[in-house]
């Protein structure tokens, strides 16, 4: 979330407060960004949603199927009856 709170702000400074914000090691960070501790993680996570058909954040899944309208509860809302009423019909 602080990460999505302060678009304007990412980069190095702003992780280390976040790390030291909720009592993560600062030499723990460091050393994790100087191996590319987590860049596998991270790819395997960006890889699985180019998969999925994700292209941006966030991202909706209804029932498995992607919500690409505006994230508001009445499109959502309508998807999910949608679906629903498709659900009993079958």
């Known amino acids: 979330d602080e990460l999505y709170e302060n678009q304007d702000r990412l980069g190095l400074p702003l992780y ?3 790390v030291l914000k909720h009592g993560l090691s600062r030499e ?3 050393l994790a960004m ?5 860049i596998p993680k991270i790819q395997a996570d960006f890889n699985g949603g180019v998969r999925s058909g994700v292209n ?3 991202a909706f ?3 498995g199927i992607r919500y690409d309208g505006v994230p508001e ?3 959502m809302s ?3 009856e949608l679906l629903l ?3 009993r019909n079958r």
């Open 16 to 18: 280390r407060a976040i």
């Open 28 to 30: 723990e960070f460091d």
């Open 34 to 38: 100087q191996e590319d501790t987590y």
């Open 56 to 58: 941006g954040t966030p």
């Open 61 to 63: 899944y209804i029932d």
């Open 73 to 75: 509860f009445i499109g």
């Open 78 to 80: 309508q998807m999910i």
């Open 85 to 87: 009423v498709r659900g």
